[in-house]
């Protein structure tokens, strides 16, 4: 018996030995975007944007796919005028913590004038599926809610991401790749047709039920605490390198006139902004439940354009 | 939880040192240990479902009481048959109900009746199909008079719910489980270092081989319409070596875990592929099931006593529900009467002696043999694989439109994969699978190994650690073929 726990002890300490190496081996950052292949985001094009195009970024957007199908970045570029590079750098799913190593980047490596980030009615207390795989070692091991229940799964998923990455580096297999979907311009995400109106009814009203339920029972503050620290965490390094942060509001189709059930915290963040309802409330502007189709998207982006420039003048000003 | 999960990882060796050490002092809290954590194992896919597994060993172990409690011969039958209608009543409603449901509303439409509505939306509990059977055999063995009613509650719900082998199988027997549950388990290294051994063999086929080729597989299955002949032919070769690595690394891990606990389960695998018929075949692949079927299915049915027409009938009806127990498809119903007709077909041959057994047949033969048996398995299993009936046709049109191009498959191979060195990964590690069932096709690992010098034993282990990290799929891990049975 005291040779087994024994065996189980020495085969702890070397499979936590193992980790712990690999957490601190170098990681590289190409590979980190350039992995996930079949994704809906781009995400490639996102390390090229910020490592490798020299073109500055003046507005950043991000958030999940409700921004990467519903912000054309191109379109704001040339609505603001030649001299604002607009970016959208969404990341599909839900899951603040990776905003976060987002704005982190973003914050490293360009000098954006302004960040918006998307809300919707709840944040998801979740972390995201690739937090782990895009993360650096540093913000793994500290970047996290102290008592996280995905803490432990960020690491040992963090672990298994460099294993990948050391194993296929020895074995002269990493693929950079640009995943199928790559585009070279932009990383905005349009969809050229209407959802069917059947279904946007239906996800419509259960869209209005999901928050009307939420909004009952209000789920305890402490449901949000892990979103809520990467959000404050995030607004600490925005005011660190003096980059206005704004707040985008993009609910789902039904909840139009809505506003995020954790307004009050949002409130205390940064000033949000709402697009009008008109525009949420067209059924031709939307491809399904979740998402803008191009010309719900042409329309936000306007809107978006608007907002812009009205906040970078405030600034100048 | 899966058993390659790093989450599993963790759960084991707490649950080993809860078993050994902290409520190591009486058989009641090893149990105790034993069904908590197999509840939470099976709990973190879906809670809810917990509710079907006590609920069933509820069932069996009030009925299996009552059954021996009473001599009467008509109310131990009803109670048998409460039993059945509990057990398989939940089986089919969860399992069945939607097959029937389409199929039925597929009947009436040919007639011109239009039906709609009837199917609902139920999710499949994993293991369901495993653990029913168990139960079934527990509440007719009683009745068979074969054996004794669980002697507490205990017992009999760990061994439900024991979670080694909870989902997917090996399927116990009470006979041979529940009295393991009744005396106090003490440690013992042999055994627990055995089940390590077999662990590691079952983890390499599983991520190894299994996982591996299964990135083929799905690339070719999924999207039929896009295969030709090169991909479909080698598609179709390594799902036959997928769902074996699979399943019977699922079973090696099963009963390697469970040797940790000291716990003996049922061999399911005995290098099957070295079969010489399909016959041999069944006898040698999934055996508990084989099993299982024989003696509560086709012993009943009156087996091979009742003359040759109804003993084909009877193998036919076996291979059938087999298949149907599959799946809740007419491709797996299709499945087993494909293997049933084999069956009918070999003993029919045999009888008249077309196919005779010499008793040391020639090297020529047995190859030949061989070739057939994981031939006629394999085409089988495009059946087994295919998302729907439609792909089967698909996929099987491509063998009569082209001619097989040895450059070709090569050049499908290295699109999947993308690197040539992962190729020659996949390729050693199919050889040294071979060499493994090679090694242990008349015996098991503890007779072979225990026939080597401890550092060659030693080199061999790290060797294959060494291997599974290096070739294993870990990036995107499979749920094992058998969890949606």
Known sequence: MKRFIYTLFVCFLITLLGSSILLFLSYDKEFR????????????????????????????????SHTGCG??????????????????????????????????????????????????????????????????????LQHSYPFSFSYLENIVDGVKYRFLYNRMKLKNTLNYAPPVNYKEDYT???????????DLMRHSTKNKKLYQRRKKNIIKDQYYWEPEYALEQIKKLCEQNAVPLRLLYLPSIGNENTVPLREEFYRNLAPTWYPPNRLLTNKSNWVDGEHFNYWGSKKLSEWLSVQINSTLSENLD | MLFNSLAFVFFLPIVLLLYWKVFGGSKKQQNYVLLFSSYFFYGCWNWRFLILII??????????????????????????????????????????????AESLEIL???????????????????????????????TVDIYRGKLEPSRNWLSFFTFVAFFPQLVAGPIERAIKLVPQFYVKRKFDWPTAVSGLRQALWGLFKKVVVADTLAQFVNHVYNAPEAADVNSFVVAALFFSIQVYCDFSGYSDIAIGIAKLFNIQLTENFKTPFFSQSMKEFWNRWHISLSTWFRDYVYIPLGGNRTGPIKMYQNLFWVMLISGLWHGASWNFVIWGACHGILLITEVYLEKRNFLSKPSNPQKWRVILNRFYTFMAFTITLILFRANTFQDVFTLTGTFFSDTLQWSAIWQQ??????FKIDLLFIGLSLLLLAAGDYCIRHSTWDQFLGALQKPTRLLLYTAVVIWIFTAGTFDDPQEFVYFQF
Request: aromatic share 14%; charged share 20%; glycine share 6%.
């Open chain 2, 108 to 138: 009436f439409h040919s007639m011109g009746v239009q039906l709609s509505g009837f199917t609902l939306s139920i999710l499949l509990p994993i293991g369901i199909s495993f653990y029913t059977l168990q139960t079934i055999s527990y």
């Open chain 1, 71 to 140: 912000v054309n970045d191109s379109l704001i570029g040339r609505e603001v005028g030649p001299s604002i590079n607009v970016a959208n750098l969404a990341y599909c799913t839900k899951g603040r913590n990776l905003h976060y190593t987002v704005i982190k980047d973003l914050l490293a490596t360009k000098k954006p004038k302004l960040i918006i980030l998307e809300i919707r009615e709840t944040e998801s207390r979740d972390s995201h599926k690739d937090f782990s795989l895009i993360a650096n070692t540093e913000d793994l």
């Open chain 1, 188 to 198: 905005f995400t349009p969809f050229y047709f209407y959802g069917d109106s059947i």
């Open chain 2, 55 to 100: 609920l069933s060993s509820l069932i069996d172990y009030t009925i299996g009481k009552k059954i021996f409690d009473t001599n009467l011969k008509k109310k131990r039958k009803n109670l048998l048959l409460i039993s059945l209608v509990c057990n398989l009543g939940i089986l089919v409603f969860f399992k069945y109900f939607n097959f029937f």
């Open chain 2, 413 to 418: 191979l290295v699109e999947v994969y993308t």
């Open chain 1, 33 to 64: 975007s350039t992995y996930r292949q079949n994704v809906d985001c781009n995400t490639s094009w996102m390390y090229y944007r910020l490592h490798q195009n020299e073109t500055p970024i003046d507005v950043a957007f991000v958030g999940t």
